[in-house]
């Protein structure tokens, strides 16, 4: 039932030598700097209530974690965050982490976290303008983090989520395996109405995804670019359920194994980008493996890469930068692409449909081209199952096949 304002709407500092600021619930927390060591929790949960009310988080600048987790016997709360900005965390020791896929995944910044199982325990949020990190000042760790306890079990649904800039670096040791990171991260357990990026999010290490989705979201927006610099570090990954995702500026990912967008599970229903370009060896632009509705992208579709190592499900694997893959078991229903569908790789095929995989229509306005050596624009597996609808060859040059759509 208190809360801490700073007098008369000024940014007031309250600087921790040890620990952090607790809630135990009914807190509004407004118009302060708070300072603790990075590593620890500027702003926490005391454990021990079943119903923590509203917990209101307006105009902070914290150094340290903001750390909200509802542990065993949090029924539900409302959480209202509004202008909270995290400049230095170091979220890398924290024990509580959801795991599948073969990986575990490090606690952020901005950390939310229903870690509580059951099923009646329900959080509610409105969160606007979380913002984490600097240019030249990543935070360490994941940047937003929203998770359950499971799924059906520890659930927070968010009304919208609106996210100003995000830097971050897992700082994972290079050919890690079993952990990732994410500047965005939306774990199981948490459904988002919707989600706008109104900023830049940048990643900078290994396994650092930008944006990862385990969870539920009706509707993505990104204003600005999504890029990450890190080997194995995915534009966009998605495992759980999206309705629409538009992504309005470049996803551009430049370390190695680095793909632009990959359906791994679950399924999106549309998703669209300005345009998508890789650099780094093994990084594929888009890659599909489960049915998804349909697929644009504004201007072209492009990797520069050659084969290189890169993380799947909790394994290094060799891969090769191919612009757009179909896996078996992955349908798209439309692919639209305003420009090319392009590679630049030795070796490296533009558009690849194993066997098992299709796309039920396909329209790309220029061309689909592999411009280096021995590559074939188009492989697509003479089996029945494995197919593309509405592609042509319009020249050839040796084994250079260009091709384009009816």
């Known amino acids: 039932g208190f809360g801490l304002c700073g007098q008369h709407g000024t940014e007031a500092l309250l600087g921790f030598s040890e620990g952090g600021l607790g809630l ?13 060591a990075p590593a620890s929790r500027a702003l926490y949960l005391v454990a021990g209530s079943e119903d923590y009310g509203t917990l209101e988080l307006r105009h902070l600048n914290v150094t340290g974690q903001v750390g909200l987790i509802f542990r065993g016997g949090a029924e539900k709360a409302f959480i ?42 329900v959080l509610h949020a409105k969160l606007s303008h979380i913002s984490v990190g600097s240019k030249r000042a990543p935070v360490l760790g994941s940047g937003i983090f929203i998770s359950g306890f499971g799924d059906g079990l520890g659930s927070v649904e968010i009304e919208k989520l609106t996210i100003g800039q995000v830097f971050s670096h897992g700082l994972l040791t290079a050919g890690t395996a079993d952990f990732i990171t994410a500047g965005v991260f939306i774990s199981y357990g948490v459904h988002v109405k919707q989600i706008d990026n109104q900023a830049e999010v940048v990643t900078y290490g290994t396994n650092d995804m930008v944006l990862d989705n385990w969870g539920t979201v009706d509707q993505w927006l990104c204003d600005k670019p999504i890029v990450s610099y890190g080997p194995s570090g995915i534009g966009f990954v998605n495992f759980g359920v999206v309705g629409d995702f538009h992504a309005k500026d470049p996803i551009i990912t430049y370390g190695q194994g680095a793909r632009g967008f990959n359906q791994y599970a679950g399924t999106v229903k549309s998703i669209r980008f300005e345009s998508i370009s890789t650099y780094g060896n093994g990084s594929i632009g888009v890659q599909v493996s489960q049915p998804i509705g349909s697929l644009s992208v504004d201007k072209n579709l492009e990797t520069f890469g050659g084969e290189g190592s890169s993380l799947v499900k909790g394994i290094n694997m060799v ?88």
């Not at 896996?327 to 639209?336: N, Y």
């Open 24 to 36: 135990v619930g009914d807190n509004s927390v407004t118009h302060l700097t708070l300072v603790a």
């Open 80 to 121: 209202h965050a509004d202008g909270v900005h995290v400049s230095a965390c170091d979220s890398r020791a924290y024990n509580e982490q959801p795991q599948r896929y073969g990986v575990n995944v490090l606690q952020g910044a901005f950390t939310l976290y229903n870690f509580n199982a059951s099923q009646t325990s």
């Open 319 to 406: 891969l090769k930068a191919t612009a757009l893959s179909v896996k078996s078991g992955g349908e798209i229903d439309l692919i639209k692409i305003g420009g090319n569908i392009v590679t630049h790789g030795d070796g490296i095929p533009a558009l690849v449909v194993e066997a098992g995989g299709s796309v039920k229509d396909l329209k790309v306005k220029d061309s689909i081209s592999a411009l280096g050596k021995a590559a074939n624009s188009v492989e697509l597996n003479s089996s029945q199952s494995g197919s593309v609808e509405g592609i042509k060859l319009i020249s050839s040059s040796g084994q250079k096949l260009v091709y384009q759509s009816n």
